[in-house]
């Protein structure tokens, strides 16, 4: 078991939850090993994860007690934070983030790493690195600029302000902000949505957006046609169709 996360498993919904509470979830070394050895072995049930924050927090970034100038910032990265955040963009199954309160620092790109993000109206996001006289790591400036352009990526990472969940929504960085009283709710029937769904085409949807922005249209379009091949050989797709035409809900088995 874990000392750092919470991890649960029902209705083929997993839920990692962030558990340092009295530090806002911030980040040190077992904590990041915690979170990807949860991804890295998730048994065949699960479906779809869940990330959240316990307590007020979603997370608070790195911790900063255990920073300090010994601290080999360029070792950590590659070391512990790029396998946490690989375990979660290639994580087998997809991935909703439901930030529940703040989310700073690399504890807002762990969050935006996700594949969909979730917010509850009073969470925020902030790119708190300048403060400490940082840059935005955890993948922050490839993903933030693609989701909201330069400027926006700029202003939050050179200003380090908390931007709302409805601002943040808005900008197109996360999926939606829901009320804090119906947060909870909306993300767990998010969540049976995905893991009772087609997961095979929820990853080739995933796989092909990652490679958009680095593709041309003609080398997209190929990677679209090899993908829809392998989702037209899967037994979901047969069962859509046999659904549709049945005029009956599918029930998908991601296979
Ligand atoms: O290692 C590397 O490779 C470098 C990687 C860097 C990646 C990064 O993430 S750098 C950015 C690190 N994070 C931050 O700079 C954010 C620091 N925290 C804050 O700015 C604020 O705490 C929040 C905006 C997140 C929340 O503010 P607020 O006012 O709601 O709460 P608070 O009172 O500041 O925090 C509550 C407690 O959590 C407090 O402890 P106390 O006083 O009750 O004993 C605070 O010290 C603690 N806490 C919050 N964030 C961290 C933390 N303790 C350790 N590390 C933290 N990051």
Same mark, same amino acid.
């Given at each position: ?41 998730? +048994? $065949?049930?699960?479906?779809?994860? *869940?990330?959240?924050?316990? &307590?007020? %927090?979603?997370?608070? /970034?790195?911790? @900063? ?71 935005? +790591? $955890?993948?922050?400036?490839?993903? *933030?600029?693609?989701?909201? &352009?330069? %400027?926006?990526?700029? /202003?939050?990472? @050179? ?97």
């Amino acid at each position: 078991s874990f000392q750092t996360i919470l991890f649960a498993v029902d209705d083929g919904v997993a839920t990692l939850t962030l558990n340092r509470p009295a530090v806002m979830n911030a980040l040190n070394s077992l904590m990041r090993a915690e979170i990807t050895q949860a991804l890295t072995t998730l +048994d $065949a049930s699960v479906r779809a994860v *869940v990330m959240t924050g316990a &307590g007020r %927090a979603f997370c608070s /970034g790195q911790d @900063l007690t255990d920073a300090g100038a010994a601290l080999d910032l360029e070792r950590t990265l590659r070391d512990e934070y790029e396998p946490m955040l690989a375990a979660v963009t290639r994580c087998p199954v997809p991935v909703i983030a439901a930030v529940n309160g703040v989310a700073a620092g690399a504890g807002a790109n762990l969050a935006l790493a996700a594949d969909v993000v979730i917010a509850a109206e009073g969470a925020s996001f902030i790119q708190a690195f300048t403060r400490i006289g940082l840059i935005p +790591d $955890a993948g922050g400036t490839w993903i *933030v600029p693609r989701a909201v &352009g330069t %400027a926006r990526a700029m /202003g939050m990472m @050179l200003f380090a302000e908390p931007v709302s969940a409805a601002q943040a929504a808005d900008w197109g960085l996360i999926w939606q902000a829901l009320p804090d009283d119906t947060f909870a709710a909306g993300v767990a029937a998010r969540a049976q949505t995905l893991a009772k769904g087609p997961t095979g085409a929820f990853l080739a949807i995933r796989e092909a957006l990652a490679a958009s922005s680095g593709n041309d249209l003609t080398a997209q379009l190929a990677l679209e046609a090899r993908l829809q091949g392998q989702a037209g050989r899967s037994a979901d797709f047969a069962e859509g169709v046999a659904a549709f035409l049945q005029k009956r809900p599918a029930v998908f088995t991601g296979r």
